[in-house]
């Protein structure tokens, strides 16, 4: 009675460590988000300086550009309206005048056109770069915007998805996972259990992951990002699909072992903890051509490549 009451002590212990353990990353993950939203929070008021700087250096350069237009004219036809004169009347008055000398005024005529064309399309060309720049900034802005907006709705979701678990999960019944476990024993004498994978997956699983798709991601096709969690350890997976639905079913036959690479971090943690212990959810409906840029976002609010199941931070859309 007493190794009983020992080993009890040890299970309990160890399931109270791997709580803890659980809350921790949740806690380092909020940290990280809030310490991420910060950072974004002041990058973006630098923006904000920097975007107000700008438009007060475009003003005074449209400024400047209307004065120095408006001089630069008034000079233009003031030595235009000279020089003709100048030359109607050394051609018209003077006969003996020089040819060379009604040459050489005509040269700096067209000398003083060119001069003033050269200005003018000078400060056309610093407006444009000021009016690019001032594009730029704007578009750093929309972009953290957006990178705020999202980290505040991953906040969100997972406390909704903490307090409604059972709805981002599959259910199996204590007396169908006594059985399915029984059934995985069998596997390690088999020299071909993927048809015991198939049995499990045919028998308890099939039914399940319809219903759960159709309760998260409805029965319409979706294309969009998702997101699985091990509610064990806190780790995730992100990742896209023209059809979200398909994808999922997919997953789960492969973390039953059915066809799964065995180096995906992924199917071995499935495996290891069993489908049944991973939440599924959508992050994001969008279009496809949006999907690598949108699995790149999400990737880098969770980071689920540096403490997750994911590779690499997504594929570029370049």
């Known amino acids: 009675m007493e190794i009983a009451a020992i080993i009890i002590l040890i299970i309990i212990s160890f399931i109270l460590i791997v709580e803890l353990i659980g809350l921790i990353n949740i806690k380092q993950t ?19 300086k920097e975007t107000e700087k700008l438009y007060e250096i475009k003003n005074k350069l449209d400024l400047d550009i209307t004065n ?11 030595q235009k309206r000279k020089i003709s004169e100048q030359i109607n009347f050394y051609k018209e008055n003077i006969k003996y005048a020089s040819a060379n000398y009604i040459d050489e005024l005509e040269k700096k005529y067209n000398e003083a056109e060119s001069n003033y064309t050269q200005k003018i399309n000078k400060l056309y060309l610093q407006k444009s770069e000021i009016q690019n720049q001032i594009k730029d900034a704007e578009g750093r802005f929309e972009d953290l915007k957006d990178q705020i907006n999202a980290a505040t709705e991953a906040q969100l979701r997972e406390r909704e998805k903490e307090e409604k678990l059972d709805f981002y999960k599959l259910y199996v019944s204590p007396i169908d996972l006594e059985d399915i476990e029984k059934l995985n024993s069998i596997k390690l004498m088999l020299h071909n259990p993927v048809i015991l994978n198939k049995l499990i997956w045919s028998t308890y699983f099939q039914k399940q992951t319809t219903e759960m798709c159709n309760r998260i991601f409805g029965t319409k096709q979706v294309c969009g990002i998702y997101k699985i969690t091990n509610l064990k350890t806190k780790q995730c997976y992100i990742g896209q699909s023209v059809n979200v639905q398909d994808r999922m079913k997919q997953h789960i036959k492969y973390g039953l072992g059915i066809e799964a690479s065995a180096t995906n971090k992924l199917y071995n943690s499935m495996q290891k903890d069993g489908v049944w212990n991973f939440s599924f959810e959508l992050l994001e409906e969008c279009p496809r051509e949006k999907l690598n840029e949108a699995e790149k976002r999400w990737i880098e609010i969770y980071r689920s490549n540096e403490i997750g199941f994911n590779l690499t931070k997504g594929i570029s859309k370049e």
């Open 30 to 48: 909020e940290q990280d988000i809030e310490e991420k939203n910060e950072k974004i929070r002041q990058e973006n008021i630098e923006i904000k």
């Open 68 to 78: 120095h237009q408006k001089e630069t004219e008034k000079l233009y036809k003031s």
